[in-house]
Every structure is written in C-alpha cells, then in structure tokens.
C-alpha cells in the first residue's frame, strides 16, 4: 500500500510520492505540480477547488475562501453559498482534491497519509489538521513539522554532521529551525516562528497601498465593497509576485470604480523599492526569530553550515539579502521552496510504510507545556505561576511526569489548569484545556501528592492524566479544541458521506468526439458573460457602450486564437459588468 506525502498550505498545496526510492509531486490533470489551497461553489453548487476556485475568487468573493490555512483550530466559520463550514471542513475539501489527484495519477487508491504542519503550530491546530484529513477519507500515519519535511527533501547525507537553518515563509506562516544532519539521521534542534507572518500580510500591505495610489490618482476612494476588495487584494498578490523578478512592475486593474458616469481604472507602474520599505518590518521579526532559535540550540551564526529557503515568500529578493546580510552566508538553492516541503513529507510516508528511504527522523516539541501552579515565595504562596512540565525544543515523542502538592489544609479539589507557551506567568500562555481531581482525602497542607503526567506523541497531540498518589484516583484531560475535538466514528462516517456527495455531484459527463463540431469553442462562463454584455449595451451612454463594444472585439479575437490573455480580458469583462449594474441600481 503506497502513502503519499501531503504540503497542506495557505496559498498552495502539493501532494508527492516515492517510488523505486525516488521521490516526486505527482501532477494535477493539466499537469500543474501545484494546487491553490482555495475552495468555492460555483453559481450553479458545483464545489470547486484549486486554480478553478482562485478564478473565481474576485468576482464571488461570498462563494469562495482562500487561505483558511490561518483559521485552523479554531471555530471561526466561513459561509459558502448557503453554507456555513469550519476550517477543518474547508481542508477536508482540500485534502480530498489531493486524493483524488494521486489516485487519478497513480492508478490506484490513495488511504494513507503524512501531513505538514508549521512547526509553530498549536496542539488545536495539528488536532484540527488530523481530523481534516480523516474526513478526507485518510489515514493520517504522522503530523511532521515542515521544516523538517523540507530538511528531509534537501539531499545533505554525507558521514560528517551539518548544522542547518530552514527558514520557511509562505503563505500564512512563518517557521524556522535548526537542524542537525548526520547521514540518515534529521534531529531537529530549536525552533520558533509566527503563525500569523506571511505572504498574505505582505499582500494585504499592497493593497492598502494599491488603494491610496487609486485616491491620489482621482481623488475618490476605491469601493468597499467585496467584490473589489477582493480583485484588488489579487491584484496585490499578482503584483507582489512581479516585483520579485523584475524591478519594476505595472498594475492595470480596469473598472475600478466610477465617478459619475465615468470609469475608473488603477494603472500605475510600481518599483520593486516601494514593495521592500513595506514589508522590511515584518522581515526583520524573522530575524529576531531566527536569533531565539539560535539561542535555544545554543549556537552562533558562524556554526551553520547550510541555509535552506522554503515557502513561495521566499523568492522576494529582499528575504534572500536580510537573511544573508544577518548571517553572514548565502541560502542554497536547489530545490523548488515551493515543492521540497511535499518531498520531505512523501520521504517519511515513504519510510513508515517501508519503503526503501535512507531518512530518519527526529523533531523536537515548539512550545513549553505545562500546568499553572503555586509557588512559596518571601511574600507567602503566590498562584499563576506557569510550571513547565515539558520545555520547547525536548525531542517527541515524550512523556514526562511531575509532583505536586495541595497549598492548604484539608483540600478536596486540585485544578489542573494546562497551558503552552513561554511566559512564566500561566495566563499569560495558550490555555489548552483544565479539569478537576475531586474527593481528595482531608490532609494538611502538602499531605496530599498529585502526579500529573504530559504524553505528547509524534503528531504533537497532548494527553495530560493525573494520580492522586495516596487512593490511585485517575483523571484525564480531553483538550476542548474549539470545536475540533476528536469527531466520533458517527461523526467521521457522516462528514466523510457530505464530502463523498460534495465530489459525486460535480463529477461531469463526458461529450464523446462524435458531437463536437468544428467551430471555436467558447466556455459556458464566458458565453454566460457575453449573453449579459449584449443585454447591458442598449443599457449605456455612447462613451461606455464604444468601450464595452472594443472589449468584446478584444475576447473575440483572443478567444479564436485560443490567447492566453482571454482570462484576463474576461475577469475585465465581467469587472466591466458589475460595475454598469451598480452604476443603474
């Protein structure tokens, strides 16, 4: 039974294999390595994913949703049509297309599955990630942190030991960790990150700059609306992407908005200098991450051997210089940062189903666990304080346990409260969850001992149990995460149905070659547009309807010739449109 390896990401998700010792991403149906980890419905309820999705998303902003990567693990809610979904549902709709991918490519069914998570992830969010990929109909083998995945993929084997930097920014998250290689062996030695430092901010800085260009170019402000928003905050993005290849970069986005009867378009031309002033702040936190991990694995710059770059955010030359400027070495390339995170994952599925992979991994916990107690200090006992039963950075899987006693005479109840995080007071950190060790015997204070016992597995889930030491009395915490507790087998089989009947109702039939006929084809989408524009141009004074009229001519031609500016001229189509029904409401 073969495993594949799955990159589940914020912007863009792969999925990749080994075979006969190799590894490699296995292709979607056009060939594209890469699907956008964007999810909608279209008009009509199909379910739509990837590139199809990420087409849509700025004319249907309420149908669609992108980066839901940043919501795992919580119970913020996305409304799709006339449907509300969790974040570990839309990744379920993700993981699935993934599946599907493999199967179609590979000829054979797809049941299991490692998943990355950024290092930095929370116990809530690898739970949520887990589910996600049960409802996907996928036994999830292991939860890997993907910059060890990516150290994984970079071939480094040789007999003496490197010390590696991955610094990993993508789309939503940022991560990085030290690593040290020797031959087989990947032990991951510090780690730190943000998990709400990414692309996606760099994206949304563009926009808001993209949005004051527009005011000073006509002096009206862009509308608020979604729709626009949304074409802008993808302007952004396409702009951002640009600028990191070229110096300069230009930015048309037509029908913007109006004043009075007259369009507004945003055409400016944008050096690359403007994008780097804004996001320099946000890349100077990385490298103050970069400084604490270092520190943690009790190294100096000079101590690495290798810097690997992984995520698409990475590209952006100015990363490059920061990181190279601040350690005093140039990055390696090699390796697509957008595709090694995927290899690294297929390379240890590769490994738990036996595959013959020369891999062994070992990763480390990234945050401190641990309980709030109280501490005796000068001033008398003072509670809150956050006692660390495991410290970040202990190589998992690992079980530590730790004592403690009751604070005043004649205790019947002990709360255990269970946080992460590094702040010595308790509060102060990520609650995971509390219960309650009721009916303790009455015994002065400090008469009564209560082992509490943390057991974080390879998939960085927690389980914390206690014993009271003197009757045996057991409890066990069942972390409430937000709504993504562990589903019932219940639970899992009707989720896994939805999706099934999600993916079976946009299965398409097929036209046999005996029915096509030799004219220019045109896609239903488009004919649905131009059937509009013809209805909207009796509707318009002379100088628009000269302008929609030139616009159709454009996707006549463009559609004949089977251009590959059509996309665009039809995203301007449809802008077009939108904006002649506001302009009449």
Partial sequence: MKAVGIDLG?????????????????????????????????????????????????????????????????????????????????????????????????????????????????????QATKTAGEIAGLEVLQIINEPTAAALAYDLRSEETERVLVYDLGGGTFDVSVVEITGEVTEVL?????????GDDFDRLLQL??????????????????????????????????????????????????????ALHLETEVPRADLEKLIRPLLTETLEAIDRALTDADLLPGDIDRIILVGGSTRIPLVQEMISEHLGQTPSDGIQPDLCVALGAALQAGVLVGESVDAILVDVIPHS?????????????????????????????????????TVSDEQEVVEIEVFQGENAIAEENVPLGDFRVENLPPKPAGGIQVEVHFDFDINGIL?????????????????????????SS?????????????????????????ETISVVEIAP?????????????????????????DLLAQIENANASKSAELSQLQEELSDFLYYASTNDE
Wanted: hydrophobic share 40%.
């Fill in 525 to 549: 989408e488009l004919a649905a547009l131009l059937d509009r524009a013809q209805q909207t141009l009796s509707t318009l004074d002379s100088e628009q309807a000269e302008e929609l009229e």
């Fill in 10 to 126: 914020t912007t863009n998700s792969e999925v990749a294999i080994v075979e006969n010792g190799q590894v490699r991403v296995l292709p979607g149906e056009d060939g594209d390595l890469i699907l956008p980890s964007c999810v909608g419905f279209s008009d009509t309820g199909k379910v739509l994913v990837g590139r199809e999705a990420l087409r849509q998303y700025a004319a249907a902003p309420e149908r669609t949703v992108k980066s839901i990567k940043r919501w795992m693990g919580t119970d913020h809610k996305t409304t799709l049509g006339d449907k509300e979904y969790l974040p570990h549902e839309v990744s379920a709709i993700i993981l699935r297309a993934l599946k599907q991918r493999a199967e179609n490519a590979l000829g054979e069914t797809i049941t299991q599955a490692v998943i990355t998570v950024p290092a930095y992830f929370t116990d809530a969010q690898r």
């Fill in 369 to 405: 666990l641990g309980i709030a107690a109280a501490v005796t200090t000068p001033m008398g006992i003072m509670p809150g304080y956050f006692s660390v039963i495991i410290p970040r950075n202990s190589v998992v899987p690992v079980s530590r346990s730790q004592v403690y006693y």
């Fill in 190 to 198: 510090a780690t730190h990150g943000n998990n709400r430092l990414g």
């Fill in 490 to 514: 219940h639970e899992l089989k009707q989720a896994r149905a939805d999706l099934d009947a999600l993916f079976e109702a946009d299965e398409t039939i097929e036209i046999s070659t005996e």
């Fill in 209 to 262: 700059y993209l949005v004051d260009i527009f005011r000073k170019q006509h002096g009206v402000d862009v509308p608020d609306d979604a729709v626009t928003q949304a074409r802008l905050l993808r302007a952004a993005e396409q702009l951002k992407i640009d600028l990191s290849s070229h110096a300069f970069a230009t930015i048309r986005e037509a029908f913007l908005g109006t004043k009075g009867k007259t």
């Fill in 463 to 487: 389980t914390v149990t206690t014993t009271e030491k003197g009757k045996g009395q057991q409890g066990t915490l069942v972390v409430n995460n937000a709504g993504i507790e562990k589903l």
